[in-house]
Structure formats: structure tokens, C-alpha cells
């Protein structure tokens, strides 16, 4: 791959991450489809133009996030339109089983990546079965239940990685990235605190004392 379509994609991946994250702040203050993609927007604009001593915030965001993989370029897309449409994803069933495959998969290769544990998970993405063979699974598990745009995802970044198409030779790297992690593990925290919100919200209204209607009740003789 060359650099310059290196350089093109790595940009890319700044752009959504910025834009995505401005129009979901303006979707707190605004439901205009419109407002929120012009917040977007201004921000991919303003980090292009305001600097970071010699450098622009946006050439900072490219030089840290790099290239995402296609997973995660594929779910930043999804949060991009939701962000600016309103679109519920997290109600989408595929949407929620991508994430809880990627949230799962981080907690497996970055605690051993970072020296947490005594075997490196990341080396598995070199050679041997392990790793392949859990990709397999995964998208013959989606095909099964009709995620299809999981399946051609993942079939996409393995073929990918068969072809050279990036400069890792790591399979990780194509099918898992750090913001793919940190998407799929803080959107099931945000599903698992509004389940924990809304069953605490009815035991507490199951428990309040309900207020007698009189009707029913033996008049006092005098």
C-alpha cells in the first residue's frame, strides 16, 4: 500500500472520529439533523486550522489513531449516522453483537499486550489457528443469525490480511483496534447502566405504598 493511501486513510479515521464526536455533543443541544452535521463539520474545519504547539489538532488526531481497522472504521461510520440522524443503533441487534464480540476480544489482547499477563494474545495473529479459526466462527456465527454486513466485514479485513493490503502482517490488526475496543466496551457499559437505571426505576415504583381509594372500607358507627 502506498503512503499516500496510507497518509488518505489514516486522515479519514481522524475525520470521523472528530466529526462524530462534535455532532454527538450537538445532538444533547439540537435535534436538527442539520445542526448536527454542520457541528460535525465546523469541528473537522476548526481541528484542521487550530494548533497544538507545531502541529494542528487534526495532525495530532491522525498521528495518534493511525489507520483503524475495518471493524472499526465500519462502527464509527454507524455511530456517525446515528449521531447525526438520531438513529437508536444500540436497539440493533447486529450493532450489539458486533460490539460485545469487540469488547470481548479487547479484554483477551490488551491486558496480555500491555505485560498484565504472562502470555502475549497478540503473537496469535502471526501464525497458527487460534486466531483464524475464532474469526471463522464468529462470521459463520453472524451468517447464521443474518448479520450479514458483520460477515462481510470481517471477510473483507481477512482478505486483507491474506493480500498485504496493510503494512501489519498481524491479523489483529485488521479485525481489532484500540477505538473499535473502546466503542464496544463503553457501549455495553451505557446498555448495562441503563438496564441497572430502568430495573432500579421499577422495584422503586413496585415498592412505593399505594394510596387507598376509601371505597370498600366498614363506615364507623357512632
Known amino acids: 500500500m502506498t503512503p499516500a493511501l496510507n497518509l488518505l486513510l489514516n486522515s479519514f479515521s481522524a475525520v470521523l472520529i472528530i466529526f462524530t464526536s462534535a455532532a454527538a455533543v450537538a445532538s444533547g443541544f439540537t435535534s436538527s439533523t442539520r445542526m448536527r452535521a454542520a457541528a460535525g463539520m465546523a469541528a473537522v474545519l476548526l481541528a484542521l486550522v487550530i494548533p497544538i504547539s507545531t ?22 461510520v454507524a ?4 449521531a447525526v440522524t438520531g438513529w437508536r443503533i444500540a436497539a440493533v441487534a447486529e450493532f450489539r453483537f458486533a460490539t460485545t464480540v469487540l469488547a470481548i476480544a479487547g479484554i483477551a489482547l490488551y491486558p496480555a499486550a500491555m ?7 497478540y503473537v496469535l495473529g502471526y501464525s497458527g489457528y487460534l486466531l483464524p479459526v475464532a474469526v471463522a466462527l464468529v462470521i459463520g456465527y453472524a451468517i447464521f443469525r443474518g448479520y450479514l454486513l458483520t460477515a462481510v466485514v470481517l471477510n473483507v479485513a ?6 498485504g493490503a496493510g503494512e501489519s502482517r498481524n491479523l489483529w490488526d485488521y479485525v481489532l483496534d484500540p477505538i473499535a475496543w473502546i466503542i464496544g466496551s463503553v457501549t455495553w457499559l451505557i446498555i448495562g447502566a441503563s438496564h441497572f437505571r430502568a430495573r432500579h426505576s421499577a422495584g422503586k415504583v413496585q415498592a412505593s405504598p399505594q394510596p387507598s381509594s376509601g371505597m370498600g372500607e366498614t363506615p364507623i358507627s357512632h
Not at 505485560?115 to 494474545?121: I, R
Not at 481477512?158 to 493480500?163: E, G, I, S, T, W
Open 55 to 76: 502541529r494542528s489538532i487534526f495532525e495530532w488526531t491522525v498521528s495518534a489513531v493511525e489507520r483503524l481497522s475495518l471493524p472499526g472504521l465500519t462502527l464509527l
Open 158 to 163: 481477512v482478505a486483507a490480511f491474506l493480500f
Open 115 to 121: 505485560g498484565f499477563l504472562d502470555y502475549d494474545v
Open 79 to 82: 455511530l456517525a449516522v446515528s
